[in-house]
């Protein structure tokens, strides 16, 4: 079965610093994959996806996320941390069936200190 | 934009006692799911819908059941409230609906917390 595991449970960093989130997933058929970001007391909003074409992918609030097949991940950066960027990121996968089921990662809590 | 609501924020229950929650999409999608949320545990699938009246089990289906009577409307019933189903509730949707495209990612609501003393 696919499964999706995100290095850290949680992530701190300084504003301004890089931000590098985690993401692999098992399937040996490249799958779809999204990032959820989740601010608190809120519901999941998608951050970026990646379905076919180009493997670098450019979200909002100035993420990115590339596809690498060989290695099985989809770990999403942000160049510059900002305080706003605190939250809950998720990483999820598709194989593209008709009903859209997705299975997400466990989560990774991003900090950012002043 | 997708709008999916969700009937309450918060929700506090008697162990026991018999529990809707209701969640409302206005996007024509074919799909709607819910999930529940724990703390370590990620985001787990309950049900989900790819039409009305058509219902799947996900992962944890024991102690809940839904209902699709119209296309916008998915509802997660629990027939007995436990304290073990104290977590908070995310309603999804996705599919082309009225955009006519495959989108594949899923919209959610902004959750119910449930609290079952």
């Known amino acids: 079965a696919q499964s999706v595991t995100q290095l850290g449970s949680h992530v701190s960093v300084s504003e301004g610093a890089l931000v590098l989130l985690r993401c692999n997933y098992s399937?040996?058929?490249?799958?779809?994959l999204f990032w959820y970001v989740q601010y608190p007391n809120q519901g999941l909003q998608l951050l970026l996806k990646y379905t076919t074409g180009a493997t670098l992918v450019k979200g909002i609030n100035g993420f990115e996320a590339e596809f690498k097949k060989s290695e099985h991940s989809y770990h999403l950066t942000k160049p510059s941390a900002h305080m706003s960027d605190a939250a809950e990121y998720f990483c999820?996968?598709?194989?593209?069936?008709?009903?859209?089921?997705?299975?997400f990662g466990p989560g990774t809590s991003l900090s950012v200190i002043p | 934009d997708v709008k999916v609501t969700q009937s309450s924020r918060y929700l506090v229950k008697r162990t026991g006692e018999k529990v809707f929650l209701e969640c409302v999409q206005d996007m024509d999608h074919e799909n709607m799911f819910w999930y529940r949320q724990d703390p370590g545990l990620g985001l787990r699938l309950i049900y989900f819908?790819?039409?009305?009246?058509?219902?799947e089990k996900g992962d944890i289906p024991e102690g809940y059941s839904v209902s699709r009577e119209k296309k916008e409307r998915f509802s997660l019933i629990l027939e007995s409230a436990s304290t073990n189903q104290t977590s908070m509730y995310l309603c999804a949707s996705s599919g082309p609906g009225l955009a006519a495209l495959p989108a594949y990612e899923q919209y959610f609501g902004p959750g119910t917390r449930l609290t079952v003393t």
């Open positions: 819908s790819y039409d009305v009246k058509m219902k």
């Open positions: 999820a996968v598709s194989e593209g069936t008709s009903y859209d089921k997705v299975i």
């Open positions: 399937s040996s058929v490249p799958p779809y």
